[in-house]
């Protein structure tokens, strides 16, 4: 899958035939318009402007890729931060599978709106539901949506992948909203961000027992900042999706996966990662040290599909490539 070949957009998309490799497709849950459009003195649950995004991590974007005349300026520029940086993604599983990936908005920037139905469905196996819509967004799953993904997840092979992301700052009380900022650390965050109204509607449609919380800023190495290595359960991992993966994202506030339900042989956590100690936060003031950070649901009654849970930013490069997090890619698109 070549990186020079040329770019293609606002298209019909081609059905991938079966032969073999998985079939990889990305649905980004947002509407694309009302994203970019929030009010940019808004304080609260909305993306960040290019603009704060240069101001913030400067000189990283200074040059004339990023200028007005060639990028995007506004929120619209950093929605689109998030599509580059999955391209690394996208080209291993092209390569590892035979296939491309096909990207999929539920509005998109031409203001197209699309459903996950058959159209989506028919020619994937691995679906990967990234949750970054806000919660202000109102986005739900629809009934029509929920059978077809029941359908779909009765066929043998499928992979529902679910990457809803973090909810920072849920509360009213101030003074706990700026210890979470003073937490993660990342001035590009809001005191409050809420994300993935579409994802939570959709895991309670099909009755996984998991809650999106919290941003936490993962724990590094003591006299490093190199991330702390994941605490695996790879005994419960038969789907070896985190075969020599010591690592996730370096990602400053990632979800905790709370379960609503008790773990058994049906919800795994496969993995926990440690937080930062050394920044207060109520989750690890409540005596926790660790937080879900991958689950997986093996086939189970009639669905006879896999779901995941992990967080989005673990296929993006925007907060770091490495060599752990593209065998994590490569055991997912791969998996038998």
Excluded: K
Excluded at 52 to 58: G, K, P, Q
Excluded at 72 to 80: K, R, S, V
Excluded at 245 to 251: A, M, N, Q, Y
């Amino acid at each position: 899958m070549s990186s020079s070949s040329a770019r293609t957009y606002n298209q019909t998309h081609v059905a991938r035939p079966a032969t073999g490799g998985r079939r990889v497709s990305i649905y980004w849950t947002w509407s694309y318009p009302a994203e970019a459009q929030r009010d940019p003195a808004a304080m609260a649950n909305r993306f960040s402007t290019i603009t704060e995004v240069r101001n913030v991590i400067y000189p990283a974007y200074e040059t004339p890729e990023f200028d007005a005349a060639n990028f995007l300026q506004g929120i619209a520029g950093t929605l689109e931060l998030f599509h580059r940086s999955a391209l690394s993604f996208q080209n291993l599983a092209g390569d590892a599978t035979g296939h491309p990936v096909a990207v999929f908005q539920r509005v998109d920037q031409a203001g197209y709106h699309q459903p996950i139905d058959e159209r989506i469905l028919a020619d994937t196996d691995t679906l990967m539901v990234f949750g970054l819509d806000h919660l202000i967004s109102g986005l739900d799953v629809t009934s029509t949506e929920v059978e077809a993904i029941q359908e779909w997840l009765r066929r043998e092979g499928t992979c529902l992948l679910l990457a809803p992301h973090h909810d920072v700052g849920f509360t009213d009380d101030l003074a706990q909203r700026q210890m979470e900022y003073e937490h993660h650390g990342d001035r590009l965050v809001p005191r409050q961000q809420r994300f993935s109204q579409y994802t939570r509607s959709l895991m309670r449609a099909l009755d996984v027992p998991v809650h999106n919380t919290w941003g936490l800023r993962p724990a590094v190495i003591d006299g490093t900042a190199e991330i702390a290595p994941l605490t695996t359960f790879r005994d419960l991992d038969d789907r070896g999706l985190l075969r020599d993966v010591p690592t996730l994202s370096f990602h400053q506030h990632l979800p905790h996966y709370e379960l609503t339900a008790a773990a058994d042989s049906t919800l795994r956590v496969l993995a926990r990662q440690r937080v930062d100690p050394t920044r207060p936060h109520p989750f690890t003031a409540a005596g926790n040290t660790e937080f879900n950070a991958m689950i997986w649901m093996p086939p189970t009654g009639d669905r006879a599909g896999d779901i995941v849970l992990v967080d989005s930013t673990h296929f993006t490069t925007l907060f770091g490539g490495t060599d752990s997090l593209r065998q994590l890619w490569h055991n997912l698109v791969t998996m038998p």
